[in-house]
Each structure stands twice: as C-alpha cells, then as structure tokens.
C-alpha cells in the first residue's frame, strides 16, 4: 500500500524563459489522499500542468516517476491513458464540441476501445446523477458558456467517466457553493478507494473536512518547504502563511519576487 | 482553339433546339470571346487568384456523361412539380426556361451559356411544398473523350413559384478515375418567387487537378427567404461567385459557406448580397480551415442602393489556419447609399488554439484527434445555421470526410 504511485524528484520546470518550479519533492503512494497547499503564485498549477505534459512548461532538471516509469517522456494523451488525471483550475472552453460527444471520444481513448452506446449512457446517467447535474449539461458545448461552478462539476463528470488512478484537482473548491462543494466532495470520495490516489490543491480548509487528507504539502516559491499531517492544515487556516514561511522557508531569499 | 462558334452551332443542331436558344447560345459565344481572359494583374475581381496556367485550348467538351446529372429525389413528387433535364425541360416547357434565361456575364459563365447541354431543371408550382431533398450530381468525366482533356458545363436552373417551397442540391463530384486536369464551368441559377422558400446547397468534391467555375445566383422576391450553403472541399483552383439578390420588400437570404482545403488547394469566393428592397434582411457567414499549402480568399460585396431602407444585412468570415503554409484572406466590400439601413461584419484569421488542444489532450485524445475536434467545432456555428435537417447532417457528413482525408496525409 506505501509503494510510490507518483514521485516527484527535485523538479525543476520554467515558463516562458522563467523558472517556476526551483527543485520540487513530493511523494504519492498508491491510493493516498495529498493536499498541496501555498500562497497565490507559488506554483501550484505550475505543477499540476507540468505534470500533465503541458508543452508550456519546460522541465529544465529533476524527473517524475509515476508507477515506476518515467512519466516526463509521455505525451499528455498518452497520461491519461496511463491513469493520471487533472481537473482544470480553470477548464478550458471548446465551442463546437459537445460535452457528450467530446466525452465519448475521450472515454474510447483513453480505454483504447469503442464503448458501447449503452454503457456509455448508463455511466453517463449514473456520474449526472451523483454530481447532481442536469441532463441538458452534456449537449451543450464544452464549458461554453458554464458558470464557474458547472465548469467544476464538469471537470468531476470527465474524472467520474475516465476513472483515473490519480487526480490531481487544482482548486476544483474554488467557485463551488456550499452545496456543490459537498456534492462534489461526496463524488470524489466515492471514486477513491484503495486504488485512486488524490492531489488536491486547494487555499482552504473547508473541502478538506470532505475529502481527508493523509498528508499536506506546503509550496512556497517553487519549492516544499513543509510536509505534514492534516493538523497543517488547521494551522495555515488561523495563522495564515506568514508564520509557517518564517519557520521552514528558504534563509536566503534567493527566490525571484513572485507575481503578487 | 478547342472550341469554336462550330462547337456551339454544333450542340444545338444535335439537340434540334428552338432557336431562342441558339440564338442566345451564339450570343453568349460571342461574349466568350468579347470578353478577355481574367487577369489577376488587371481584374480587381482576380487580384488574388491567378489563372494563367490554365490554357483552355487544352480543354475539350465531352460528349455528354458529365454534363448530364444524376437526378436523384423522392420517386413521386407533388402534382405539377418538374424535376428533369435542362435540355429536356427546353422541350417540355420552354417558356419557362426561356423566361429565365440570364445573359452571361463573365468569361466562363459566357462558356458555360455557349456550351452547355444535360443540365437540370426544377420548378415547383405555386404553394407545392417538395418536402424531401431533390439533387443534382454532376460527376468528372472518367476517360477524356479525345486528347484534349475533359471540359465539363453543368448548368441548373430553379424556379420555385409563389408560395412554394424547395430543398436542392448540386452536387459537383470527383471521379477518382479522373486521368488528367478537367475544367469545371458551372452555372446555377435561382428564381424563388414571392412568398417561396428554398433550402439550396451546393457541394464541390471536384478533383484536386480540376479548374472549378461557378456562378450561384439567385433572385428572390417578396417575403420570401432562401438559405445557401456553399461547402467547397475540393477543387484544384476554384472561383465561385455567389450572389443573392433580395429583390422584394420582407425578402431574407441567409448564407453560408464551408471551405475546407489542403494540399495546393486555392479556393476564391466572391459574394454578393444584393438588397434592391426595403425590410431585406441579409446574413453571410464563411468559415474556412485550411491545411497545406492551400489558401482560402473571401470578397464580399454587400450592395444597398437607396430603395433598400429599413434593411440589415450581415457578413462574418473565420478562417483556421491548421498549417504555417495555408493562408485566408477576407476583403469585405460595402456599397451602402441608402441612410437607413444596418450593415455590419466582422471576421478573424486564427490557429489551433493549443490551451484547447492541450485540454482534449488531456483527456486521452491524440493530437490529431483533437485538431479534428477542433476544427469540426470551428465549423458547427455554421452547420447550426443550416434550417433543414438532412442538408445539415449530409454536409457535416461531407466536411468529416474531407477532414479524415485531411488528416491523413
Ligand atoms: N503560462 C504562463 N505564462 C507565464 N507565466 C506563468 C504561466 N503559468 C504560470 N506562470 C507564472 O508562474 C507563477 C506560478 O503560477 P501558478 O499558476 O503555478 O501559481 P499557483 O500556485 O497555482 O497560484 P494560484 O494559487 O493563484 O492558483 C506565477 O508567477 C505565474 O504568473
Ligand atoms: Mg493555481
């Protein structure tokens, strides 16, 4: 159950000439639920992108191992089909492509083959209706035209669908009411399991009363300055980040002066 | 020369035609020859498309084959209703056809008022309503008919009376048997009387080696409303003029037109939106995704004289370039006299956008898989516009199998 799913080793990945990520560690073990957590800018999608093969993000040194293989050679069609899943901080509208089509293609691809009418409709049916979402949802265009909290239920809709062995949700919390946020969290939590493993980034405590986590990251410059149990999270939520940077940030501020 | 005013007098004794129409056949040559050919130096209408490679003393009429069409439709249609041959409707109802014989204007349309023969021909009576789609495939001539290779005529003419109401489809095909370059002049015209509707499209899958001419025009009367669509995915060169002219008041035209292209494709569209009444209301959208080294041009001329007061008329044009090669080109022309009236258009030349792509991506789709999504979301505004159903679902039919060729090679 400890062996790593996803590790990352001294990882180092810039933007446009600019160097986000300064040596980054972190570790998943099969199944585990991690929050990563950090001040705005740090590089938190940073990661998330990276890891999912977004050709903006250079990776300049370091690896990442996911199930034992190298995942940094992958294309990012080729991730999905090995298991790894992002849900979008910002999902990204495709007008044209309905939902229900583009679900199909993407569910025969990553499953590498056809999926029958029936299932397909059936599963489709069963992920609306845990998420609580209507059915006109899938015939409208992808994300065009979605609130800020649709967008996020249909993020979970494509996780619920593709059944990934990790997800990694950047700030899928961000933009959900109270009730969607508890909808969404109870959707995620009955797709983990001893086999799905999570990393959610998030700026708050309350999604994290949902979805537990083992373990809490804290990034900071493009780097982990603190890993720790879920009382981290307790202590970010009343102190804020100041303290924590104080006590494990970097003595020599060498850091570039993130965007504020 | 491989025609001649003998080829012309030729056509029309084997076909013993009244003479009304060789009479006008003989004018339309002398036109032919009046008028020189197009030249991108000196033709403001051919800036962007250069024809001198093509020689048309290479070119010979063939016999008939491709100029006749397959006539395709519902085996019974109403009561009243003509659904045939151009040369045959000479025979059977020639004052109709006589009526809407329209004096050639250009060089090609000029060839084509010369030298066609086969043809089609519909009209539908007053309040007839044909509810299912009639069509009209003009094939390539397989084997050239001498040395000379194969020059193709098609011509269709439309007439649908007060009150009636109409699908059509020309279909310019390709012969994948074709052996050498063809040339293509094609003439459609469109009379959609008042109070009528007509759905009507035009499908060019012409080959890749094939010089491809056409003039779509239509005159529309009062309350009545016509819907074009104009898909060209094929072609080697092809220059298509497409006009509508909104000829009574309440008159409402929609357009819209698909390009899909690669290779050395060089397609050109020349729009006209012509309001000659008030309360006419005119709405064009062309969007074209080019690959290769192809290259879509867009000229739309919209025309409101002082008699078309109280109308809109509306003119968008969108290109995708899928390669760094491929270019578009939209050049919006306004001719506005009358003061009150609303005329706007807008258009945008883009790519891929990779933050769409990257998402697909990550979703398990591959690259090229997800360009296609792209690209046939690009063109869905388009295909919604499309009013009748079957026409909406055989043309995003036709744009799928154009882009599964597309991305092949
Ligand atoms: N595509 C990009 N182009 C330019 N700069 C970028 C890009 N992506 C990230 N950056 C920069 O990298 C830094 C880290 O951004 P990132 O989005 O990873 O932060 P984050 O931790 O996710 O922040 P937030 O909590 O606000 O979501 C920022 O300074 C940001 O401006
Ligand atoms: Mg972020």
Redesign the pocket.
């Given at each position: 159950m400890s062996e790593p799913s996803l590790l990352i080793d001294n990882l180092h990945v810039t933007?446009?000439g600019?160097e986000?990520l300064r040596g980054v560690n972190l570790t998943v073990p099969r199944g585990e639920t991690h929050a990563l957590m950090?001040?705005?800018?740090?590089?938190?999608?940073?990661?998330?992108?990276t890891l999912m093969g977004h050709p903006?993000?250079k990776v300049t040194a370091g690896k990442v191992l996911w199930k034992g293989q190298s995942l940094l050679d992958l294309t990012p069609d080729q991730r999905a089909k090995s298991g790894l899943f992002l849900a979008f901080?910002y999902p990204v509208t495709v007008p044209g492509v309905s939902m229900v089509n583009f679900l199909r293609q993407s569910l025969r691809a990553v499953r590498g083959k056809e999926v029958a009418v029936r299932d397909f409709r059936k599963d489709l049916k069963s992920a609306m209706d845990v998420l609580k979402m209507d059915n006109q949802f899938v015939t409208r265009y992808l994300n065009d035209g979605f609130s800020g909290g649709e967008k996020k239920r249909a993020e979970m809709l494509q996780m619920a669908m593709l059944k990934p062995e990790m997800a990694i949700l950047?700030?899928t919390d961000s933009g959900l009411d109270i009730d969607a946020l508890r909808i969404v969290s109870e959707g995620v939590n009955s797709l983990a399991g001893p086999e799905l493993g999570v990393l959610i980034?998030t700026?708050y405590q309350r999604i994290l009363n949902y979805i537990k986590p083992q373990h809490v990251h804290v990034?900071y410059r493009?780097r982990v300055i603190v890993s720790g149990g879920p009382e981290l999270v307790g202590r970010l939520e009343n102190e804020g980040y100041d303290n924590i940077i104080k006590e494990f940030g970097p003595a020599d501020d060498d850091a570039p002066q993130?965007?504020a | 020369m491989a025609f001649t005013r003998e080829t012309v007098e030729q056509v029309s004794a084997q076909r013993s035609e009244p003479s009304w129409l060789r009479e006008a056949r003989l004018q339309a040559w002398e036109a032919f020859e009046r008028i020189p050919m197009p030249d991108s130096q000196r033709d403001e209408d051919w800036r962007r498309t250069d024809i001198s490679q093509l020689d048309l003393a290479a070119f010979a009429r063939t016999r008939n084959g491709a100029n006749a069409p397959e006539l395709s439709g519902p085996e019974t249609l109403p009561k009243g209703v003509v659904f045939n041959s151009l040369e045959r409707a000479v025979r059977d109802c020639p004052d109709l056809v006589r009526e809407h014989l329209e004096p050639a204007a250009g060089k090609f349309m000029a060839l084509n008022a010369a030298l066609w023969s086969g043809g089609a021909f519909v009209y539908v009576p007053p309040d007839v309503t044909v509810e299912l789609p009639l069509q009209a495939t003009y094939g390539a001539e397989s084997a050239a008919t001498s040395s000379a290779a194969p020059a193709l005529f098609p011509r269709t003419l439309i007439v649908v009376d007060r009150g009636g109401s109409l699908t059509f489809v020309d279909h310019f095909g390709a012969d994948s048997a074709a052996v050498a370059s063809t040339l293509s002049s094609a003439h459609t015209h469109i009379v959609v009387r008042d109070g009528a509707r007509l759905q009507y499209v035009s499908l060019q899958e012409r080959d890749e080696r094939t010089w491809h001419f056409s003039t779509e025009r239509a005159v529309i009367g009062r309350d009545a409303r016509v819907d074009v669509v104009i898909a060209a995915l094929g072609g080697g060169l092809s220059k298509s003029y497409v006009e509508t002219v909104l000829a009574g008041p309440g008159t409402e035209a929609n357009i819209v037109g698909l390009v899909l292209t690669d290779g050395r494709q060089h397609v050109d569209h020349q729009t006209l939106q012509e309001h000659r009444a008030p309360h006419t209301t005119s709405n064009l959208l062309l969007k074209s995704a080019v690959k290769g080294h192809s290259q879509s041009i867009f000229a739309g001329l919209v025309r409101m004289p002082k008699e078309a007061q109280q109308s809109d008329a509306f003119q968008e044009a969108r290109a995708l370039l899928l390669s760094e090669h491929a270019k578009a080109d939209a050049i919006p022309k306004l001719e506005i006299i009358a003061n009150d009236v609303r005329c706007t258009h807008a258009g945008a030349i883009g790519q891929v956008d990779e933050e769409q792509k990257f998402y697909l991506m990550s979703r398990g789709i591959p690259e090229r898989e997800a360009e296609r999504l792209i690209v046939t979301g690009f063109f869905e505004p388009a295909l919604e516009r499309i009013p009748v159903e079957a026409i909406r679902e055989s043309t995003r039919r036709a744009l799928a199998a154009r882009l599964g060729t597309i991305h092949h090679g």
């Open positions: 933007v446009e600019r986000i950090g001040p705005n800018g740090s590089g938190k999608s940073t990661l998330a992108y903006k993000y901080q950047d700030e980034i700026h990034l493009g993130a965007a | -």
